[in-house]
């Protein structure tokens, strides 16, 4: 079946606008986390939704940053005033929502570059 | 051997070869642990993952090894493959922490043909 697609796949935004990501998680899964990658090193946990709730927003650096699940399958995450610090890969993983042994599979990334 | 480059430690294997990829985590309450593997453009793929509960676990071609009281971590790839070439990521989820994941740094392996 389909993996976790996302789109754009190459986002380049000039500091200060508006930019929204999308994911698309495999179907069926309830929990969707987002993550963000900076080069060279490994993906930070930004927010995670199980259903249509964010269960867990910790990881968002500030609220420049946003994202919703309104009908509990596609996200968007939402950066507002964007800021040349926010390019980097943010990445979408998607699973079936338990706890024990819960496997998150990865989309490919959205690479966003602030100029 | 290992070297350093671009923030990423680098282990170079001859192919055929066995590899060997280690990891200290962090947290002494995390009960799960994971190894992805990411390929250049690409986001990181499920390698093998293994509970907190067990000290080894094997799957094709790899094996991930638990050692709790030092906190370490390691992935065995057997007869290392030029597709093998990639970064490696260990990543666990603090028990405490839902199910979010924290990841390591990230070892980068380059098969020599």
């Known amino acids: 079946g389909a993996g976790v697609s996302q789109t754009p796949s190459n986002k380049v935004t000039e500091k200060g606008k508006y930019v929204e990501l999308r994911c698309d998680p495999i179907?069926?899964?309830?929990?969707l986390y987002w993550y963000r990658q900076s080069l060279g090193q490994g993906p930070e946990f930004l927010i995670y939704f199980q259903g249509t709730g964010a269960a867990d927003d910790s990881g968002l650096p500030n609220d420049r940053f946003f994202a919703v699940r309104p009908e509990g399958s596609v996200s968007t995450l939402k950066i507002q005033r964007t800021e040349r610090g926010d390019s980097a890969v943010y990445l979408c993983a998607s699973s079936l929502g338990g706890y024990f042994t819960d496997t998150q599979y990865f989309g490919p990334g959205t690479r966003l570059t602030v100029l | 051997g290992e070297s350093v480059g671009l923030h990423l430690p680098t282990l170079s294997v001859q192919e055929g070869d066995n590899s060997i990829i280690n990891c200290a985590y962090s947290n002494s309450a995390s009960d799960y642990f994971i190894w992805y593997k990411q390929e250049s453009g690409k986001g990181p793929q499920f390698i093998i993952d293994i509970r907190s509960n067990m000290d080894k676990r094997q799957g094709q071609r790899v094996t991930v090894l638990l050692n709790k009281t030092v906190k370490h971590l390691s992935l065995q790839i057997a007869a290392t493959q030029p597709g093998d070439s990639a970064v490696y990521f260990c990543a666990e989820r603090p028990k405490a922490a839902g199910n979010k994941l924290t990841f390591g740094g990230g070892t980068r392996v380059l098969v020599k043909p």
């Open positions: 179907s069926g899964h309830t929990a």
